[in-house]
Structures are given as structure tokens and as C-alpha cells.
């Protein structure tokens, strides 16, 4: 059965430091992969996707993330964090064949002055 | 930026009411979505509708759930008689294609429900 793992249920950077989220996923095609931010009393917001093509993927607000086939990995990284990057953090595969998302269980960002 | 829309933002119900929650997708998207987020738990797929008929339905969605497309704009998720266990933040998304596609979802800001 698919399944999204996000091993880190809560981070904490500090504000300039480097960032990096982990997800791995289980699924036996190609998969399609999301990230997606929920910042306090907001919807999820789409960072950014993979398809296909080149594995390193860049999205909003300056985060991007690297598909590793053979790691089944799609971390999200940002080189410097924001305060205002503190939020909930979801990684999501979509199943090809009924185009639900399976979501993974969140990793929530806290950043230090 | 067009946007996915939701109300009302919070609902309190009593045990064994009937709750509607609303959504509004984007204008021109085809697919709809609904989700849910139990406190502190994983989101899950409830739903997915397209050509005013479900496309796919989670063993969540039993029959105490139906939704609706009742005109051009709206999408809706009706609980027939909500239990505790119902209290979730629902969200809603649409996406312009569906199944077996390569198109985003995008999210409304959810209903958070609450039932005593």
C-alpha cells in the first residue's frame, strides 16, 4: 500500500540556519510528490511538486526539494529560514490511479530568534 | 489568485445533528476533494467527485456522508448525524483535472468542526 513517512514530528532552527525536512514514501510507480505548508488557521498551501524530470525542484518562498529514487526520499530544504517559515509541513504522493492524496504525518517547524 | 473557499471556518454541533460544510472551488476546475484532519493525526482522503458523481471514497466516507454540487459553484459534505469522533478540520480542494492526471490540488482553509 502507498505511504508517506515524515520521521520528524517537530524541528526547531534557528532564524538564518539551514533546513531540511525529511519524507520518504512508499509507492510502486513513478510517483507524483508534493509539498505542502499549513501555517496557523490557513489551508495547506502548495510549496512545490515533482513529476518527473529534474529530481532537484524548486518552489515558493524559496524551498526546494530533491527526488532520490533509490533513498525513496523527497526532502525539502531552504538554505536560510524565516521566522515567518514556522508552520506545519506535509509531504503527499498522489495515487496515479484515483488522484487522491496520501499524506504523510506533518513535521512542525519552530524557529528561534 | 483564484481560491478555494470554505464555510463556515468553525461549526459546534450537538451529537446526532446534521452538519453541512460548504466549499466553493476554483472556477474552472473539474475535480473536488474532500479531506479531513483529526487533531494531531494524518490527512485523510474522505472523497473525490467529478461529473456530479463520486469518483472514489475512502472507508471513512460511509453513509452517514454525502456531498453535493446543488449549482455551477458550490460543493458540499453533509454529515447526517455527527458523532464525537466526527470533530475534525475538513478541507476542502479541487484540481482543474483528476484521475490519473498530473494536476495539483489546491486547498481551501478548512472547517474546523466540533461536536459535543
Known amino acids: 500500500a502507498q505511504s508517506v513517512t515524515q520521521p520528524d514530528i517537530h524541528i526547531t532552527v534557528s532564524e538564518g540556519a539551514s533546513l531540511e525536512l525529511r519524507c520518504n514514501y512508499s509507492?510502486?510507480?513513478?510517483?507524483?510528490l508534493f509539498w505542502y505548508v499549513q501555517s496557523p488557521g490557513q489551508g495547506l498551501q502548495l510549496l512545490l511538486k515533482?513529476?518527473?524530470?529534474?529530481?532537484l525542484v524548486q518552489g515558493i518562498k524559496g524551498f526546494e526539494a530533491e527526488f532520490k529514487r533509490s533513498q525513496s526520499s523527497f526532502n525539502l530544504r531552504k538554505p536560510s529560514v524565516h521566522w515567518s517559515d514556522a508552520a506545519e509541513y506535509f509531504c503527499a504522493v498522489v495515487n496515479n490511479q484515483g488522484g487522491k492524496l496520501i499524506f504523510g504525518q506533518g513535521t512542525e517547524l519552530s524557529v528561534k530568534p | 489568485e483564484p481560491e478555494v473557499t470554505q464555510t463556515p471556518s468553525h461549526q459546534v454541533t450537538q451529537m446526532g445533528q446534521e452538519v453541512i460544510l460548504r466549499c466553493v472551488p476554483i472556477?474552472?476546475?473539474?475535480?473536488f476533494y474532500w479531506y479531513r484532519q483529526i487533531l494531531g493525526q494524518k490527512v485523510e482522503f474522505l472523497v473525490s467527485f467529478y461529473n456530479n458523481e463520486i469518483s472514489e471514497k475512502s472507508e471513512i466516507f460511509d453513509d452517514q456522508f454525502s456531498v453535493e454540487r446543488p449549482d455551477g459553484s458550490n460543493f458540499t459534505l453533509k454529515i447526517r448525524s455527527t458523532k464525537l469522533e466526527d470533530s475534525a478540520m475538513y478541507f476542502c480542494?479541487?484540481?482543474?483535472?483528476?484521475?490519473?492526471?498530473?494536476?495539483?490540488?489546491?486547498f481551501g482553509p478548512g472547517t474546523r468542526l466540533l461536536v459535543l
Open positions: 509507492y510502486g510507480a513513478t510517483p507524483y
Open positions: 515533482y513529476f518527473s524530470g529534474d529530481t
Open positions: 480542494a479541487s484540481s482543474e483535472k483528476g484521475k490519473g492526471s498530473r494536476e495539483t490540488q489546491y
Open positions: 472556477s474552472n476546475h473539474l475535480y
